[in-house]
């Protein structure tokens, strides 16, 4: 494959730029609408689990479509790609704010999804092809300055949006702002594509979507289902049949959609699966703290925001620094430090109690997350370095499904601990009641249950990232092309 962009010239700023404020956007609204969903459910009168799939419906496009990008972004220009990813998002926007139905809002954020999913692999694909190894960590650390920002800010300004206005606002302001986006695109994105000659096999597409879509749902089905659900495990071994196939055949494919040879080069595996184990424990925080402090502590949700706000700033903010030591130090120092921080402030995580203070609460999360940020951006760069220039759609589509799937496994992980352990400490203390508990003492009971089972979710997690721990002691600085070490 020709790069339409190539690190060997200088750098092009203008498509960076356009490209950033495009993924700033598409990431911004994906941490939007959480923080909307009980008002929607008023709004539309769907129930818990309708409304749920606003979420696990735009997951599910991603999941199916990324693992198409490496073909797409072989096949088309950057500008063509672009265009489309944009114009799709600005369509899902649009309609989303003047919906008027569930079915129609659905639709909106699918379309929505459908674009998002193409701009995260297109604009890491332009930034690896822009800047020469030496300087990547530094590149890709202004790139994770947007990719945190966006979400960090997310839930707070949702729920100042939605105290003040109609939840259609939180598409409303977006929805200029793309159109903006779209036509800088239009006009200032000028970079052409030699014809490539390759088709996309049909089959691997449909088997990718069974495979990945699949897995995608099974996993974010299981907290609310149950894993005995023939709906759960019948969608999870489904997906896993069509997974083994799809891999098969593309190994026998001369031009594959997916190619699966990126994980002979060892330090790309090793970065993938550190990702994949963090990825699963940190969902013990995005999940269970919010739960802890609005349901235990009756912490209201703006509060709740302002409470994640400085943790998810300080990420967003770290990334262009830890970027800058990755390229003076390479990836396992920043990693190993980065680990066990997060250990550290996962481990007091599964001490919570009714009393821990909102600033305690506040300062852990800002430790953990500053500890994330010197993990996830610096280990991925190191692994995709090593691979040829030609790999590098397939390495970004990689790192992005297995980020999706991770995320989906993580959810149904520490819902089910939570669950569980739930069950088991509200059925201990209220044998322990005397004479049969009232109505009050059944409240309490509940709630020390509850949190019983978020300081147990929090507890393996820890363990989990110290798993991520020894794996990350085994990283090298990558050198592109080299594969000795997997012989």
Not at 89 to 116: D, E, K, N, W, Y
Not at 260 to 268: A, D, H, I, L, S
Not at 437 to 457: F, H, K, R
């Amino acid at each position: 494959m020709e790069p339409s962009i190539n690190h060997n010239d200088r750098p092009k700023y203008g498509i960076l730029a356009i490209l950033m404020v495009g993924a700033f956007i598409s990431f911004l609204n994906n941490t939007l609408l959480n923080v909307a969903l009980p008002s929607i459910m008023l709004d539309l009168d769907v129930s818990t689990s309708v409304v749920q799939w606003l979420t696990t419906g735009y997951m599910l496009i991603n999941g199916i479509l990324i693992p198409t990008t490496a073909f797409l972004i072989q096949k088309y220009s950057v500008r063509r790609l672009f265009l489309v990813a944009m114009g799709l998002f600005f369509c899902g926007t649009l309609i989303a704010g003047i919906a008027h139905t569930f079915p129609i809002l659905l639709a909106a954020r699918m379309v929505q999804a459908s674009g998002s999913a193409i701009m995260m692999p297109l604009l890491m694909n332009v930034m690896l092809i822009s800047f020469p190894i030496a300087k990547r960590g530094t590149a890709m650390g202004v790139f994770g300055l947007i990719l945190m920002f966006a979400p960090a800010i997310g839930p707070t300004l949702s729920g100042w949006i939605i105290e003040h206005y109609d939840w259609r606002m939180l598409f409303h302001f977006i929805t200029p702002i793309a159109a903006v986006v779209f036509l800088l695109g239009f006009f200032l994105l000028k970079d052409k594509k030699e014809k490539v000659f390759i088709t996309l096999d049909i089959l691997s597409l449909i088997l990718s979507s069974i495979g990945f879509g699949g897995l995608l749902y099974g996993f974010s089905s299981a907290g609310s289902k149950g894993w005995d659900s023939l709906q759960v495990y019948g969608t999870i071994i489904l997906g896993v049949i069509a997974l083994i196939w799809f891999i098969l055949r593309q190994s026998k494919l001369e031009k594959p959609m997916l190619n699966f040879n990126v994980f002979k080069y060892p330090m790309f595996t090793l970065a993938s699966i550190i990702s994949m184990v963090v990825n699963i424990a940190m969902f013990s925080g995005f999940l269970l703290l919010p739960i802890y402090a609005q349901t235990i502590r009756g912490i209201s949700p703006m509060d709740t925001g302002l409470m994640l706000l400085p943790g998810a700033l300080l990420n967003a903010f770290m990334s262009p620094i830890t970027g800058r030591l990755f390229d003076r130090y390479g990836g396992r120092v920043l990693a190993l430090v980065g680990l066990s921080i997060m250990t550290i402030t996962t481990y007091c995580f599964s001490n919570l109690t009714f009393e821990t203070g909102y600033i305690t609460l506040m300062a852990l999360h800002g430790m953990r997350m500053l500890g994330l940020s010197m993990v996830m951006m610096p280990v991925s760069t190191n692994g995709l370095n090593q691979l040829p220039a030609e790999y590098y759609p397939h390495g970004t589509a990689m790192n992005n499904t297995l980020n999706q799937v991770s995320g989906a496994i993580g959810t149904a992980l520490l819902i089910t601990i939570m669950s569980i352990r739930e069950n088991v400490y509200a059925n201990r203390l209220t044998e322990a009641v005397v004479g049969g508990p009232t109505s009050e003492v059944q409240q309490q009971i509940a709630l020390e249950a509850m949190l019983g089972g978020i300081n147990d979710a929090f507890f393996i997690s820890t363990f989990i990232i110290a798993v991520a721990i020894i794996l990350a002691s085994f990283l090298k600085r990558a050198k592109q092309g080299d594969i000795k070490m997997s012989k």
